[in-house]
């Protein structure tokens, strides 16, 4: 947010010998270093923290990437990985001493094998693009992240995305087999394989949500699914967020995996309503979206169920669509409420938390709390399947203090986020902008063991130093902020 | 229960400081597999219970040395399983172990694997070391992705103390189809309904016979049936029990028995012996006392691996060896997590 990275003086004698070198294999429009081209790579979809990289490459095979990285670790040069830079979270944020490695020119759908159900892609291929390609067949990629037609599946693995339809068909680490990718010191290597398991380790797990710090990946084979017989979504309203709560819960307690369920506040709802004319009603404390999909026996029957859970739980509005462009319609909606949002305020900070279902209703009241302290707006939209909160806080950056409130109202969310059993981040990665918190989340014995597991891939820590990870001292620092600005404020209120 | 804890943690501390390797054991069902054992017995049936389980929440938290047959029952009473259906081997079956050694049953395909399903970990390192990976929530991807890790890695790593893992609800209806077809056509079919919007959770070729389950609401699973064709076999639940826990006729004959992890739609192989098939095709037993390399360039040029599963010579390696730039890293953190090198030694590879 406003803590933007100190900008680093550029080491003109060290750029231009990482350039040359870089330079002696690449052609030169393929390794940047003029200010105005590598000025468009400083952040990434977290513009609050800017960069600019000392030096910009732009490879178009593995074996360049991996004479880069030969070259950087030789030279002790830090290497930033950045896919389509539509991460939410600063993991893509470059170095002003370091090479910021864009993988966007590697994106070639490399196999199609329709019959063993997987896609063999390179790193730069759009998430979209691979289900595009696979519609031929009849089959599709699972996970879906809002980014979809933008974000790359190398940053999709890097940053263990999902979206709005893990909860039945999982994130990015349920749909990938194998994993191509060099280490810092440019040796090959392969986790997963064409089976759905591998020897020894599970790297591959390890891999995903590792947030460019372990291995540059080269190579992905995914999981393709058949696409659904058809899909079928129910829309409900209610005049009260615990009774919206309740019906989440009532919808899984009767045994349902829906394809997508989904929630907004008044605020999200009344945004979104104005923005694209889903069809929402704007008069009501929550929104429900539940999609069933499968086989037309097997929808009509969920869709049937779920219909009476919401009736039961107090819906006072349910419809279900009728057609897929109307259940398009009511996508729409959910699907523009960033946009929506950002429409009625100047800026917006989107938060990532996840949280125990049974909880939702309370954190939403626990927020609308916090909203009165800061004196802030907040909309929020849930997957509230699995319990992922996207709140929205509005603020306006050109107001002196709205930033620094921002801020410690989202610090504020993510520490209740853990403090309920949840964690700092369902699915936009930790990267620079939570990196604090993580303070909170884990004790030092486990932010150790994080580093000793960086360490077994890359000892020099060359690999996206300074993201995901806190450093202990760092912990020590934020520590003794954190308990000093809590004395100052309400010491003589009760803590329990 | 923090008294066992402590008492686990002095355990490995006092291991550590003598050199002494310990052997992690459960209900010791699964000691068949894996690399031979050695080292003093550490078990984990004291540290047993289950701590939490919500069941609208689809998680359960239970300590690493509770019975799966407990854990089976709970939630069962409650309209859920363990959908990866993890093989028992026996009643004394914990989960700990079943996560330790990362075994997943016929659902595997459908709904994931044990690894897929591990939301969190508890657990002491080769230090002693209690730690906290991961949580009780769907999706969490604040730092490295320990608790996966610790699926499959026999133990290697650390202790297992408690596991928070999915759960799913049980399906309302169930079938199981059976068909004739022969090896190489079953395969075929296998794929093919696959890459189609079937309600199939399970399948398996084994003597000549194709056999698919279905499951979900009554008129899906009717009309699929109807798709499909074959015959309704009367003992569904129990044949796919039977195949999970290896107690198929295939499988009682077979005193050496390897698998072999590898691409689904590989043709049959030409390797002596019987062979099962399941996973869609992506798992094939083959009961032969046959010739490792033989075995493992085969499961290589499948684009997968093959495994010494149960009996034969162990000193040929149980896993498949990994390439040295793999090895590599997976010495590292073998090193970083058990840094005495105590935690069940020799169970994945010999030399760590």
């Avoid at chain 1, 100190?6 to 270093?33: C, G, H, I, K």
């Avoid at chain 1, 040069?77 to 590697?106: C, E, I, W």
């Avoid at chain 2, 696959?194 to 009309?223: F, M, S, W």
Wanted: include cysteine; glycine fraction near 10%; aromatic fraction near 6%.
């Amino acid at each position: 947010m406003s803590t933007v990275i100190e900008s680093v003086p550029v080491d003109f004698a060290r750029q231009r010998d990482v350039a040359a070198a870089l330079r002696a294999f690449m052609p030169p429009e393929s390794v940047l270093f003029e200010r105005e081209d590598v000025q468009p790579y400083e952040c990434d979809g977290l513009s609050a923290y800017r960069q600019v990289p000392m030096v910009v490459a732009l490879p178009d095979s593995e074996e360049q990437i991996q004479r880069i990285l030969q070259t950087c670790h030789a030279k002790r040069v830090p290497v930033v990985a950045r896919g389509a830079g539509t991460g939410l979270s600063g993991g893509a944020l470059p170095l002003g001493n370091g090479v910021l490695l864009s993988l966007a020119k590697l994106m070639q759908i490399l196999e199609i094998d329709a019959s063993a159900r997987i896609a063999r892609v390179q790193p730069g291929v759009r998430n979209l693009a691979v289900t595009q390609a696979a519609a031929a067949y009849g089959l599709y990629y699972a996970p879906d992240p809002s980014s979809q037609i933008a974000c790359t599946i190398g940053g999709n693995v890097a940053e263990n995305s999902g979206g709005v339809h893990c909860l039945k068909y999982g994130l990015t680490v349920h749909n990938v087999l194998r994993i191509r990718a060099l280490t810092i010191e440019g040796e090959i290597v392969e986790f997963g394989s064409d089976g759905l398991d591998a020897a020894g380790y599970d790297l591959l797990a390890l891999m995903t949500g590792s947030e460019g710090m372990l291995a540059v990946i080269t190579e992905v084979t995914v999981k393709l699914l058949p696409d659904p017989e058809c899909a079928q979504v129910v829309m409900a309203a209610f005049d009260d967020v615990e009774k919206a709560g309740a019906a989440v819960a009532g919808i899984i307690a009767a045994g349902i995996i829906p394809a997508g369920l989904e929630m907004m506040d008044q605020a999200a709802t009344l945004a979104v309503e104005q923005f694209v004319h889903a069809g929402y009603p704007t008069d009501v404390a929550a929104m429900l979206l539940c999609e069933s999909d499968g086989v037309q026996e097997e929808v009509v029957d969920e869709v049937r169920r779920v219909e009476e859970i919401m009736e039961a739980k107090g819906a006072i509005l349910i419809r279900v669509s009728q057609s897929d462009s109307e259940r398009l319609k009511f996508w729409a909606g959910r699907k523009a409420a960033f946009p929506a949002v950002g429409r009625i305020s100047p800026d917006y900070y989107c938060m990532d938390g996840t949280i125990p279902r049974k909880r939702i209703a309370e954190v939403l009241r626990r927020i609308a709390e916090l909203e009165r302290k800061y004196g802030l707006r907040c909309a929020n939209v849930f997957h509230a399947g699995d319990g992922n909160l996207h709140p929205l806080i509005l603020y306006d950056a050109n107001k002196p203090d709205e930033l620094e409130r921002t801020e410690a109202f989202g610090s504020e969310i993510l520490q209740l986020c853990i403090e309920v059993g949840g964690t700092i981040t369902g699915e936009h990665g930790i990267g620079v902008e939570k990196i604090n918190q993580m303070c909170v989340q884990f004790p030092a014995a486990e932010l150790e063991a994080f580093h000793a597991v960086k360490r077994a891939f890359d000892e020099d820590g060359l690999l996206n130093p300074g993201k995901a990870v806190p450093t202990l001292a760092r912990c020590a620092e934020f520590g003794r902020r954190h308990v000093h600005a809590g004395q100052e404020k309400f010491p003589d209120l009760p803590r329990f | 229960m923090q008294d066992i804890v402590d008492q686990l943690a002095h355990a490995i501390r006092e291991a550590a400081a003598r050199r002494t390797p310990l052997r992690i054991r459960g209900g010791g069902t699964k000691d068949f597999y894996g690399g031979p054992l050695q080292g003093e017995l550490l078990e984990t049936h004291a540290y047993s219970g289950i701590v939490d389980y919500d069941p609208t929440e689809l998680v359960l938290v239970a300590r690493a040395g509770t019975r799966l047959t407990e854990i089976d029952a709970l939630l069962g009473r409650n309209g859920q399983m363990l959908s990866f259906e993890p093989p028992h081997f026996g009643d004394a079956a914990t989960l700990g172990g079943c996560i330790a050694a990362g075994l997943s049953g016929p659902r595997r395909p459908h709904v994931g694997a044990a690894r897929d399903l591990v939301l969190g970990v508890r657990m002491l390192d080769g230090n002693g070391a209690d730690l906290r990976f991961g949580g009780q929530v769907m999706k969490n991807v604040a730092g490295y992705d320990v608790s996966r890790l610790m699926a499959g890695a026999l133990g290697t790593l650390g202790m297992l103390l408690e596991i928070s893992i999915k759960t799913l609800p049980l399906p309302r209806t169930a079938l199981t189809l059976r068909r004739e077809h022969d090896a190489a056509h079953a395969i075929e079919l296998m794929n093919a309904w696959a890459a189609k919007p079937l309600p199939i959770t399970a399948t398996c070729h084994l003597d000549n016979q194709l056999y698919a389950r279905l499951e979900g609401a009554e008129p899906a699973v009717r009309a699929a049936r109807e798709k499909l064709g074959g015959e309704e076999i009367a003992d569904g639940g129990e044949f796919w029990a039977r195949v999970r826990e290896q107690r198929v006729d295939f499988f009682e004959g077979a005193p050496v028995l390897w698998r072999l992890s590898i691409k689904s739609t590989t043709a049959a192989l030409p390797l002596a012996g019987r062979q099962l098939i399941e996973w869609n095709g992506a798992q094939r037993w083959l009961a032969a006392d046959a010739d490792a390399s033989q075995v493992r360039a085969a499961a290589a040029q499948a684009g997968g691996h093959a495994t010494l599963f149960r009996g034969g010579d162990k000193r040929v390696g149980v896993f498949q060896p990994l390439a040295p730039s793999l090895f590599k890293i997976h010495r590292r953190l073998k090193e970083s997590f058990d840094p005495h090198g105590i935690l069940n030694v020799g169970r994945l590879y010999s030399n760590f």
